[in-house]
């Protein structure tokens, strides 16, 4: 009989593994560069999450160099893998693969305290909700139902990311050429409210 496929390639994760998982939830999608020279995957590691189902690999038009590249993000199965061996979730959605691998350019040229202390969007709007909740139990009645209604019609948002220093949050917004005033607004909105540190950049 001829030796049957081996059941999961991926068995326990390393240290590399974990800080590979958590920056897919953290950004959503790496360049080959990202997970080579600031991981330190092998490509057969990449390889083995790709047979196991737990990454997919895209293609992306790369606009500087007009060459096709290779890019990752998690599958389902990679995210219920992340959520219940990591304990991790509020993972990052998805803009664009050229926004996202802007976002992931800058989690990378952070400390690894920053990235250690991330949060995603997802994170970032229940800090909101936790305000909003806090708003309330002051009596600040008219402020809390105000953010909620700026909430639904979308006139809050928070930043793309950001990160804990100490007890000080630093926020990042990545912005392209599809960004209309009214986005930005948005989250000046949550900057001004939840007073943090705000930084754009454009790509």
Not at 152 to 174: L, N
């Amino acid at each position: 009989m001829g030796r049957g496929r081996k059941s999961n390639y991926i068995n326990k994760l390393t240290n590399k593994d974990q800080n590979f998982l958590k920056a897919l939830r953290n950004v959503g999608y790496l360049n080959q560069n990202h997970i080579k020279e600031h991981i330190g995957l092998t490509d057969k590691r990449v390889v083995n999450y790709e047979r196991d189902g737990l990454i997919e690999r895209c293609a992306y038009l790369n606009r500087e160099t007009k060459e096709m590249e290779h890019i990752w993000r998690l599958t389902d199965k990679g995210r219920d893998l992340t959520s219940t061996q990591m304990n991790l979730d509020n993972f990052y959605k998805s803009s664009s693969a050229r926004h996202d691998l802007g976002l992931a350019d800058k989690y990378f040229s952070l400390s690894q305290s920053d990235r250690d202390h991330w949060l995603t969007e997802a994170d970032l709007r229940d800090r909101l909700y936790e305000q909003i909740e806090n708003l309330q139990e002051q009596r600040e009645i008219a402020r809390a139902e105000e953010l909620r209604e700026m909430l639904q019609e979308r006139m809050i948002s928070p930043p793309d990311g950001g990160c804990m220093r100490g007890e000080h949050m630093v926020t990042f917004e990545i912005i392209t050429s599809s960004y209309g005033p009214a986005e930005l607004a948005a989250k000046d909105e949550y900057v001004q409210e939840m007073g943090v540190q705000y930084e754009t950049i454009k790509i």
